[in-house]
């Protein structure tokens, strides 16, 4: 055997090196796909589970009964109210929190407590949240409980994670591009507007778009605030509520319906959670699809 | 002797990031369309030294700064409109960066800033530039493809483009060649050689080699002090006033 095939024979280590790889590929695959099994067998059990109820005259009806029977149209509406309007609070603040946070702030101690206070309220617990709004927006602020309040307090709690979010979107801006521009006199804004935000504006959306799902599904804050476990509304549109009233929202019908309604069909907490669940995934796979489509446009 | 006829003037400089001192009391003066080379080794200070000239230091937070830089006889640190003397000292960066941006919009950038938005102007400055930058001929077909898609040496050419573009008085560039090929190298060389008539080059160099071919007067900087500011006569002659510059110009040490 001459010395070049010598190089390339096979050894005890390169054997090891190779089992190794390939255990760990295998292993770390399986792990990857372990979480997307709980995702399938939830769909496909509340989907199974909720099939009889479902129709379109089910979503785009009131309920009857005191929400035994009959849709849940006001509770859809309603979710999408909250939803919009905290959002239309939360995004434009958090953003711009975070750009003066990422872009413009120096390094010093009320700069550091900002991001201290940013971090600590991501961690607080939503029926927390749901407290301060009674507190701050229903009482204090003589909002009652009503749509403000409830969409008030979604914003506050979602307004943490967009900061967190549309930060790490525009520190992943390099810092080169910046001092390119500073170094050409650019401004900071100038800075900002022409090459920093065009090229995060994908993950700034994929954060928003994330905490709008999230405000669709939680209960505790908006049932504190404004939301109610029944409303009579007209019998059509989509304009059902006036901001200063209270609403129905989703996740709180679900809540009464699996819990204190009796004589519900044993269907219809599931056919609310397809609902639910089929909002949630919609606002995801428009975050994706607007991802996808930025990143493709990405420029370096 | 009057301000006039010097375009910079510093005058014990001091930086300091954090601590530690970098800049020990630097001074020297340039006078208008000279090119003045700065050489040193790594560490000495050379890339601090040109952020102080046109204030992008300010982006460092830790940095801290004595002593003046006139630029015209006026002090950069009492400057309102740092954004105009950003424009005036036009910076070259090591690294080439392409912006995400078009090749035109690369080059349209600092102009556009600045508030020009007339197409027909701006299609001749991007030209121009482009051109000085010895550029155009491989990119005039394909303005509107991305400046971050280019080969190395072609943004490094598009970063001198666009330091090019704001009509800056002085040029300063730092290490503009190490991602350039020499016959690139040289193109740009002579560029500079060319641009001298129109503006004061400042060149941060390690080819002691370039600072002799191109400069007028240079500079050895060697761990945050001037060791010996000279004309290229003497610092290359076999005797300059410092033997550490011998030494170092002719490769003994560093």
Redesign the interface.
């Known amino acids: 055997m001459s010395d070049r095939q010598a190089m390339f024979a096979e050894t005890p280590l390169g054997r090891r090196k190779r089992r190794t790889e390939r255990v760990a590929k295998y292993f770390f695959g399986f792990m990857a796909m372990a979480m997307v099994v709980p995702l399938l067998l939830i769909v496909g059990y509340v989907v199974v589970k909720g099939w009889p109820c479902l129709s379109w005259e089910f979503l785009t009806t009131n309920p009857r009964g005191g929400g035994i029977r009959g849709g849940i149209w006001p509770a859809l509406v309603g979710t999408i109210y909250l939803v919009g309007l905290s959002l239309c609070v939360s995004a434009p603040i958090g953003v711009l929190a975070a750009v003066y946070l990422n872009e413009y702030a120096?390094?010093n101690w009320f700069t550091r407590i900002v991001n201290l206070a940013v971090v600590n309220l991501a961690g607080v617990p939503s029926i927390v949240h749901g407290l301060f709004g009674v507190g701050a927006f229903v009482y204090a602020m003589h909002f009652g409980k009503s749509i403000i309040s409830a969409s008030l307090t979604l914003a506050i709690m979602t307004l943490p994670v967009i900061i967190a979010s549309t930060k790490e979107a525009l520190a992943a801006v390099p810092m080169?591009?910046r001092?390119?521009?500073?170094?050409?006199?650019?401004?900071r804004w100038?800075t900002i507007r022409?090459?920093v935000l065009?090229?995060s504006i994908s993950g700034i959306l994929t954060g928003v778009i994330l905490q709008v799902s999230r405000a669709a599904g939680e209960t505790a804050p908006v049932m504190l605030t404004g939301v109610t476990v029944y409303k009579a509304v007209s019998d059509n549109g989509f304009f059902l509520y006036t901001l200063n009233e209270q609403c129905m929202s989703l996740s709180m019908h679900l809540y009464y319906i699996a819990t204190q309604a009796s004589g519900a069909p044993p269907a219809l907490p599931y056919a609310i959670a397809v609902v639910l669940l089929a909002v949630v995934l919609l606002v995801n796979a428009t975050a994706i699809t607007f991802r996808v489509v930025l990143r493709s446009r990405?420029?370096? | 002797m009057s301000c006039a006829v010097k375009k910079i003037e510093v005058k014990d400089l001091r930086l300091s990031y954090a601590h530690r001192e970098v800049l020990h009391g630097v001074s020297f003066d340039i006078v208008p369309n000279e090119i003045f080379a700065v050489i040193g080794p790594a560490q000495s200070g050379k890339t601090s030294l040109l952020r102080c000239l046109?204030r992008?230091i300010d982006?460092c937070?830790n940095a801290f700064v004595s002593g003046t830089v006139r630029v015209d006889g006026e002090d950069v640190r009492e400057l309102r409109n740092v954004?105009?003397?950003?424009?005036k000292v036009?910076?070259v960066?090591p690294?080439p960066?392409?912006?995400?941006?078009s090749i035109y919009d690369n080059v349209a950038?600092?102009p556009?800033?600045?508030g020009i938005s007339a197409r027909s102007e701006l299609d001749g400055l991007v030209e121009k530039c482009l051109r000085q930058a010895a550029l155009w001929d491989e990119v005039k077909d394909r303005l509107d493809s991305?400046g971050?898609k280019l080969s190395g040496g072609q943004q490094q050419r598009l970063?001198i483009a666009?330091?090019l573009?704001?009509a800056p008085e002085v040029l300063c560039l730092d290490e503009f060649s190490i991602a350039i090929d020499p016959v690139t190298t040289m193109r740009i060389e002579d560029v500079l050689k060319e641009l001298r008539s129109q503006m004061t080059i400042v060149l941060v160099t390690n080819l002691t080699q370039q600072a002799r071919r191109l400069a007028d007067r240079t500079l050895f900087l060697y761990n945050g002090d001037v060791i010996e500011i000279g004309s290229n006569d003497v610092i290359f002659s076999g005797h300059p006033a410092n033997r550490k510059t011998y030494e170092y110009v002719n490769g003994i040490f560093g």
């Open positions: 120096k390094d080169s591009f001092e390119a521009c500073w170094n050409v006199g650019a401004t100038q022409r090459i065009p090229n990405k420029k370096w | 046109n992008t982006f937070a954004y105009e003397l950003r424009r036009g910076m960066a690294l960066v392409g912006l995400p941006l950038f600092a556009r800033c600045a991305l971050t970063t666009r330091a573009s704001h």
